[in-house]
């Protein structure tokens, strides 16, 4: 009978990140096993904190030790698998290992139920006729509450409006409180479980599935890489491969990378498999996610569908057929906060411990996941042509020189407005994609050409029209413009680059009668929004769906025969490395939501670069031509794939201090790796310097092979912490960034 616990205890930094011995209680000892959650006393004042047990054993009588406090429930634990990922995972993301455990399991799971305070609209009295009565904020919160009861906190978050007007609304009637325990069990919309329906496929789609089928079933792990342009019917090649997976008694795990992508996904996949499906992301309430977490840890659901996190979703190893990621190449797999893993790397632990088939999917793979499929370590398959033979959209490059030159400064230039209203005529629709939120991108001054900045971060601020205000959309301050320059005193401000909001504006004037959508971070804030926009679009048939990155791929509209790309040049000449890949994938991607019907689809790309090669190859959406270009770039300067990258990040709140243990820590580093055949780079002040009012510094090693370096580097962070002159200075390790300077 075990007498001990070996357990990784919950907010234990780094320095202290080891495993703690715990008696077993008696009465706890046919209870505890590796992978429960248990609760213990910890520290000083004998504090009950989360933990985990590592492992169990007898006592050696040799220290006294603490008891285990209580177990937590049985359901929601570790199987050996999923300790054994954690354990993995915690070498690959120098963090400690509680933070591992904590992303693998939702808070929203472990945590208890607990009621949810709910604040509902009154009939009758001054709630009909607010507007003469109450302020702009708490005039947005009503109008929310007109849709329904909402969460005080949604209401809160959604209209700016604080608790305390809540509180006066409610003392003169107009709304009311009310508590609600979240339901784990509540209905949903998915069809009742029926037999899994024949997928017809087109013959080269047949042929791609027969080999991925024959991987899926071979009993041996397999990686493969799906390229096909946008519109070729990947999904219809995934579903009718699940089908067969969930026929053999196993089930599926399907990555999507934005909650924008899940709701036309998770709806084409209840067609088919009806309540087998299982959601997980972001979008959910605390209830709903507990709902679908206990629902997939049961064998409930044997189709799992979700964002980044579901990845660790509690498919039992024995019972997991098959992982899929689409939209392999999207850079929100990677998380960029503890633990800094990326989802594509753990589902290829997941598959090979399994011994399973992982599916990339993607119209532009990876740089990473091409090379490997063309090196032959993934097998690579292609679907070079659209469904039912449809046409790729045809493309037009417009040079935006030419409209400044007629004095046109519209963010909306006038080729593309003509074309807007050609396509509003033939009662079809257009989506605009501008990767800008706010009205504008910055305030600047004419006089000496500085930018309004926020005051915690060295970035510039956005304003927004709906609230009037400055956002920075990195700390989430905000602010009322200034009335003059903060740099130079002067009153000449004006407004930089146009933001979504502003080309709502633009659209009104130049299509008289137009209706429009906006899809950005500012208009999804609620549960249901990106669903309800979504749904608005198809079913009312507005004309125009203005947005951001969410709108560029995976989206399926087969009357939206025009996209317009505003503004091009944007990410092209960032200084990470990523750069070309980025745009490349971002137009070919949001050009692709184009002609996806009936119609022919067509495109509009505005730019001031109209002969760049990357442009170019995004016009003919040549993915090949730009692959190989950007490999050869790639391995003439030593960049991944070709090697691996550690960054170092640096930051504190005095200046000079993070600036020194910068140096140091670089010091340290070059002679650390010295021997290893690895380069550093820097220490060089971050992209953005200043965050949160942290200064911010970052050192880059590259390396042809990482293995040796993980142990010197977590060694390089232990010997940081512990050094005095660096207590109020942080240093995160991020393996193999997405975002490298």
């Known amino acids: 009978m075990p007498e001990v616990a070996s357990v990784a205890v919950e907010e234990a930094n780094l320095l202290f990140d080891k495993p703690y011995s715990y008696r077993i209680p008696p009465e706890m000892a046919s209870e505890i096993r590796p992978g429960r959650r248990v609760r213990v006393p910890f520290g000083r004042n004998n504090r009950l904190r989360e933990a985990v047990v590592l492992g169990v054993g007898e006592y050696d009588g040799q220290a006294k030790l603490k008891s285990i406090a209580m177990p937590g429930s049985e359901e929601i634990s570790f199987d050996e698998s999923m300790l054994k990922l954690a354990l993995w995972l915690r070498k690959r993301t120098y963090c400690p290992l509680y933070d591992v455990f904590r992303a693998m399991i939702p808070a929203a799971v472990t945590a208890a139920d607990k009621t949810i305070r709910f604040v509902k609209l009154e009939e009758g009295g001054a709630a009909q006729n607010p507007g003469a009565r109450w302020g702009e904020k708490t005039r947005k919160a009503l109008a929310l509450l007109k849709e329904g009861p909402r969460a005080a906190k949604e209401i809160e978050y959604l209209s700016g409006v604080s608790p305390a007007s809540l509180k006066t609304l409610a003392k003169r009637g107009i709304v009311s409180f009310f508590e609600e325990v979240p339901e784990e069990t509540k209905g949903s919309l998915r069809p009742p479980r029926a037999a899994i329906p024949e997928i017809p496929l087109a013959p080269k789609q047949e042929e791609i599935y027969l080999s991925l089928q024959e991987k899926a079933f071979r009993g041996e792990c397999s990686f493969a890489l799906l390229y096909g342009v946008t519109g070729s019917g990947k999904t219809h090649v995934y579903i009718k491969l699940i089908a067969d997976v969930i026929r053999s008694g196993k089930s599926a795990l399907i990555l999507v990378p934005e909650i924008a992508l899940t709701p036309q996904m998770i709806e084409r996949f209840y067609r088919v498999f009806g309540d087998r499906v299982a959601t997980l992301h972001s979008g959910l309430s605390d209830g709903e996610r507990r709902r679908e977490w206990l629902r997939i840890k049961r064998g409930d659901a044997d189709v799992v569908i979700g964002t980044r996190s579901a990845v660790f979703a509690p498919i039992p190893e024995s019972s997991l057929g098959v992982i899929i990621i689409d939209e392999e190449h999207e850079s929100s797999y990677k998380s960029e906060s503890s633990p800094r893993y990326h989802a594509r790397d753990v589902a290829k632990y997941r598959a090979s411990k399994a011994g ?386």
């Not at 989506?431 to 991108?441: A, D, E, S």
């Not at 947005?547 to 200084?575: C, E, H, R, W």
């Not at 959406?621 to 990040?649: T, V």
Request: proline letters at 4%; a positive charge; charged letters at 25%.
């Open 356 to 741: 399973i088939l992982l599916l990339l999917g993607s119209a532009t793979p990876s740089m990473e996941s091409e090379y490997l499929a063309r090196r032959g370590d993934y097998a690579r398959y292609e679907l070079a042509e659209r469904y039912q033979n449809r046409s790729l959209a045809e493309v037009t490059i417009v040079d935006r020189k030419e409209d400044l030159r007629r004095g046109n400064e519209n963010a909306v230039g006038s080729f593309l407005a003509g074309e807007i209203r050609k396509t509003k005529e033939r009662g079809e629709q257009t989506i605009l994609f501008l990767n800008r939120r706010g009205r504008n991108r910055r305030l600047i001054c004419t006089d000496c050409g500085a930018s309004v900045e926020c005051p915690h971060c060295s970035s510039p601020m956005s304003y927004h029209a709906t609230s009037r205000r400055l956002h920075c959309h990195i700390c989430g301050y905000t602010c009322q413009p200034p009335n003059a320059c903060p740099a130079c005193g002067e009153s000449h401000l004006m407004l930089d680059r146009a933001g979504t909001q502003k080309i709502e504006e633009e659209i009104e004037a130049l299509i008289p009668g137009a209706t429009y959508l906006r899809m950005d971070a500012d208009t999804t804030g609620s549960r249901y929004a990106h669903t309800e926009i979504l749904n608005r679009f198809r079913d009312e048939k507005i004309d125009v769906l203005i947005g951001t990155q969410m709108i560029t791929k995976g989206l399926d509209f087969p009357n939206v025969t025009l996209v317009g790309v505003l503004d091009a040049d944007m990410s092209l000449y960032s200084p990470d490395f990523h750069a070309s890949e980025r745009t490349f994938s971002l137009l070919t991607q949001v050009v692709g939501r184009s002609g996806r019907g009936e119609k022919k689809g067509r495109a509009v790309i505005q730019t001031y670069s109209p002969q760049n090669a990357v442009l170019l190859a995004a016009e003919r959406q040549d993915y090949k031509s730009f692959y190989e270009s950007e490999i050869s770039l790639r391995k003439a300067l030593f960049l991944p794939p070709f090697s691996s990258i550690l960054l170092f990040l640096i930051s504190g709140e005095d200046e000079e201090a993070a600036g020194l243990a910068a140096e140091r820590f670089g010091r340290r580093l070059r002679g650390a790796v010295k021997a290893e055949n690895a380069t550093v780079l820097g220490p060089a002040p971050a992209m953005i310097y200043k965050a949160n009012n942290r200064f911010r510094w970052t050192l880059t090693l590259r390396t042809a092979d990482l293995r040796p370096l993980r142990r010197i580097a977590e060694g390089l962070q232990n010997e940081f912490l512990k050094q005095k002159e660096n207590r109020k200075i942080l240093l995160t390790i991020d393996e193999n960034p997405c975002d490298v300077p």
